[in-house]
Each structure stands twice: as C-alpha cells, then as structure tokens.
C-alpha cells in the first residue's frame, strides 16, 4: 500500500528566504508526483506535476525534483513571500491510479 | 462560472437529519471525484465517477451515497452520519481518470460538521 510522508509538518521561515519541503513515498512504481497548494478553508490547486519520466519541474520561483528510486521528492521555493503561506501537499499516482496524498506541510512566512 | 463549484460552503446536520452536498464542473471533464479531508490526517478518496458510471469506492460507509446524473454534476448524498464524518469535503474532475499526464482540479470543499 502506497504511502506517502511530509516533513516537517510545520515551517514558519522570514520573508525572502529560500526553503525546501520534503516528500517521501514507500512505493517507487509511480507515475507521477504532484504539488499542491491549499489555502486555509479552500480546496487544492494544483501547482507542479512530474511525471515518472522527469526529473524535475519548474513554475516560477517553485522548483520540484523527483527521484523515483528513492521514494523522494522536494519542493524548493525561492525567495519566500507572505502570499506563499498556505499548506502544501504531496501527492502520487502509482497502479492503483488514485491519487494518495501526504498529510501536508504548513508554511508561515513571517513578513 | 468556470472551474469546479461546490455548495453548501458550510454544513451543520444532527446524525439524523439527511443533506446533499453538491458539486458541478464547467470544464468539459469525464471524471469527477470526492474526497473527505480530515484534521490530522492525509486527504482520503472516497468514490470516482468516470462518464457517469461509478468505478471506484473506496470502503465508504453506505451512509455516504454518490450520484453523478451527468459528467458535470456530482452529489454527496448523507444520511445518519456520526460526529466523526466532520470534515471538508472536496469534489475534483479530470479530462479523464488520472493517467499519468493529467491533473485534477479540485472545488473549494464543503465544511460539515456533525452534531
């Protein structure tokens, strides 16, 4: 059973600085990996999507990696501003074709 | 409208009253999807609609009961729910369901609260 894990849960970071948010995922057969973005009482936007093929994805000041023989990705976002904070959240479609997502991680940046 | 609309916004039901909650796409999709997000715990997918037809249910209760009339309207139908269904509740669609090339897009979700 896939499964998917974000760390840290939390980040609060000072406005203009680069950071990295980690997803993990026990099943390396997947094919794709997406970033969302959801804002508090809203539903999800879907930010980067990577497919199995792709090592990584850029939009704008967020950047994505995937390395599928790790089970790992990361979500770099550059020079941080208050408008980035918002929970993100990781997700995978591996054989079962559903979408299995990780718990999240709440970013604060302070102004 | 464009995108996908969700109504109510917010929901306030005893265990047993019975509501709908409703979900309409603009985007021409083939798929639609609910989902029920949970404090504390990773977004759960409930059932998946592909051109009308049911084709997923994730080991729901079956006092939750699905019905897509069409590809742009899905409804989440309740009745005798517990304390515990409190939740957001989030309806997606996708041009088809998800191979690897696609995305979902997700509605802003429905806020229920079970007393």
């Known amino acids: 059973k896939q499964e998917v894990t974000q760390i840290p849960a939390a980040l609060s970071v000072p406005e203009g600085e680069n950071l990295v948010l980690n997803c993990s995922f026990t099943?390396?057969?997947?094919?794709?990996l997406q970033w969302f973005r959801q804002d508090p009482g809203k539903g999800l936007t879907s930010l980067l999507l990577?497919?199995?093929?792709?090592r990584e994805q850029t939009s704008g000041r967020l950047n994505a990696s995937l390395d599928k023989s790790s089970g790992r990705s990361t979500l770099y976002i550059a020079a941080s501003q208050p408008g980035d904070s918002a929970t993100y959240l990781c997700?995978?479609?591996?054989?079962?074709?559903?979408?299995?997502f990780g718990k999240g991680t709440k970013l604060t940046v302070n102004p | 409208e464009t995108g996908v609309t969700q109504t109510p916004r917010h929901l306030v039901m005893g265990m047993t009253n019975k509501k709908s909650l409703k979900c309409e796409q603009h985007?021409?999709?083939?798929?639609m999807y609910w989902y029920k997000q949970s404090a504390k715990k990773p977004l759960e997918l409930m059932f998946v609609?592909?051109?009308?037809?049911?084709?997923e249910n994730n080991s729901v209760p079956s006092r939750f009961s699905p019905e897509c009339p069409n590809s742009s309207h899905l409804f989440l139908h309740l009745h005798t729910l517990q304390p515990e269904d409190s939740a957001l509740y989030l309806c997606?669609?996708?041009?088809?369901?998800?191979?690897?090339?696609?995305?979902?897009?997700f509605g802003p979700g429905t806020r229920l609260l079970v007393l």
């Open positions: 990577i497919q199995s093929s792709q």
């Open positions: 099943d390396s057969a997947i094919y794709n």
């Open positions: 997700a995978v479609i591996s054989g079962s074709e559903k979408l299995v």
């Open positions: 985007l021409g999709h083939n798929a």
């Open positions: 997606a669609s996708s041009q088809d369901i998800v191979r690897g090339w696609e995305t979902q897009y």
């Open positions: 609609y592909s051109l009308e037809e049911r084709v």
